[in-house]
């Protein structure tokens, strides 16, 4: 498998599973299927995403198994915590460096790990718990990225994450944290496929040894079919490209997606991890295929971030993504 070599040394597997939306009821199995049937190294989580402890149940049995002497029960490999390339994400709420560790540690607790590989800010959003239960958003200025860096920082200082990162940065953003930054970030994870291949992005990440993971990288699947911004599973251009090479569009999508970059596709079913997994491996594009991808982008994001935006929110969608 392809990996790229973070700052730390530390190398990421290209295609990893992404765990977004995979239902508590399903991820157990889907990451025990991806890790010991289908042969991923490296699994992206979030605190967000509600379903860690059931990823960490998972992980458990995964270990245990391995280190058994009695791999009898065992249908598939042997696997060890340190062939696993492992994320996780600080959640909005969590960004005061007084909560960054204890809410790393709740992650690798869920996780039952005892070290991340890399711990990312999931968003450059500030939210914090109100009265009346809900949540409400803060200005960056009032809890700026640079101190809650330090605190990420100080996580990796003390061994309980290898590489730390960013989610959802502009090159702004990603400008400003590399003035104050001690360690430098390794990742920055951002929505990334032929709709929105972001050149100017990944450009100023390459120069900065930055890796560029790109969650959603089908496009969020077929959720989109029928909707004005369409499904990437459906281009047109994708779809010849995929019978040129009797592969599937899916495999076209996330063999593009690793070209440059990382790639997270998310999927609980066996038969599409098998098929995600093999993506990098089963061809190689020609300069023919690589116009006519590079061609179909329309700046399109699935995920805009307008769940952060709106009356009382101080971010605006000018602001979050500085465009
Ligand atoms: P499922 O989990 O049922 O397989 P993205 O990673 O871009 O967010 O896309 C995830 C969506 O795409 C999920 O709905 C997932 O559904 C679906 N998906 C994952 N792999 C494939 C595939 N190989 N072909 C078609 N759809 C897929």
Redo the contacts with the bound molecule.
Sequence with gaps: MKTYTLVSGNEMPAVGL?T???NAG?VEQ?VKDAILEVGYRHIDCAAAYGNESDIGGALEDIFKTSNSSDNSESTGMVVKREELFITSKLWNDMHDPTKVEPALMKTLSDLRLSHLDLYLIHWPVVSQASSDGGDVLLPLEDMPIATTWKAMEACVDKGLVRDIGVSNFSVKKLHLLLETARIKPSVNQVER?PYLQQPELVDFCNKHGIVVTA?????????YRGTDAGS??DDEIVAAIATKYGV????I??HWGAVECGV??????KH?LQ??FESVSKFAFDNDDLSKLTAINKNHR?VDGTAWCGDESPYTLENLWDE
């Design positions: 992404g977004w939306r995979s399903e889907a496929h969650y959603s990288p089908l496009g969020k699947g077929a959720r990437l599973l599937t569009p899916a495999q999508l996330i997270i596709p998310k999927s609980t079913k599409r098929e995600n699935y």
